[in-house]
């Protein structure tokens, strides 16, 4: 296996440390594109506002983020819908990265966030029977991924 590569199971402890401290089960999702957090009660003060209000659960605190971009995102059943999208710090397997994540309700899905092909392509290998290859204890020294 060329170096750098990690392998993954088709479901992973993640962290997402500026949002949330406990760990969360992520999906990999190879069909998707993007990365998608559950977030709800999602808001932003007006069209023009550079920043996006929600909760990541029901009574949850609400977090404050600003708005990297708007992307459009066709669903399993190919409604589009606009999605504000957020840069936060996702650690998985022993390294941090520095993605983009849209926000969607995602009440509705098993699992509460999913990992796309736009972020999957850099470095993992995803073996579809295993999950959970990886600890959700955080480990050191950490690698910290630019992207």
Same mark, same amino acid.
């Given at each position: 296996?060329?170096?750098?590569?990690?392998?993954?199971?088709?479901?992973e402890?993640?962290?997402?440390?500026?949002?949330?401290?406990?760990?969360?089960?992520?999906?990999?999702?190879?069909?998707?594109?993007?990365?998608?957090?559950?977030?709800?009660?999602?808001?932003?003060?007006?069209?023009?506002?550079?920043?996006?209000?929600?909760? $990541?659960?029901? %009574?949850?605190?609400?977090?404050?983020?600003? &708005?990297?971009?708007? =992307?459009?995102?066709?669903? *399993?059943?190919?409604?589009?819908?606009?999605?504000?999208?957020?840069?936060t710090?996702?650690?998985?397997?022993?390294?941090?990265?520095?993605?983009?994540?849209?926000?969607?309700?995602?009440?509705?899905?098993?699992?509460?966030?999913? $990992?796309?092909? %736009?972020?999957?392509?850099?470095?993992?290998? &995803?073996?579809?029977? =295993?999950?959970y290859?990886? *600890?959700?204890?955080?480990?050191?020294?950490?690698?910290?991924?630019?992207?």
């Amino acid at each position: 296996m060329p170096a750098g590569l990690v392998i993954i199971g088709w479901r992973e402890w993640i962290c997402l440390p500026d949002l949330e401290a406990a760990p969360l089960k992520a999906k990999t999702d190879t069909g998707a594109w993007s990365n998608t957090l559950h977030a709800i009660d999602v808001t932003t003060d007006d069209i023009n506002s550079h920043y996006v209000k929600f909760r $990541l659960k029901e %009574n949850g605190r609400l977090i404050k983020k600003e &708005i990297l971009k708007w =992307r459009n995102v066709r669903d *399993t059943s190919g409604q589009e819908t606009l999605r504000p999208v957020i840069r936060t710090k996702l650690e998985i397997s022993g390294r941090d990265y520095q993605v983009e994540i849209c926000l969607q309700d995602r009440s509705k899905m098993k699992h509460r966030i999913i $990992l796309g092909r %736009n972020f999957l392509r850099n470095g993992f290998i &995803i073996n579809p029977s =295993r999950q959970y290859m990886h *600890t959700m204890i955080r480990s050191v020294p950490r690698i910290v991924v630019d992207e």
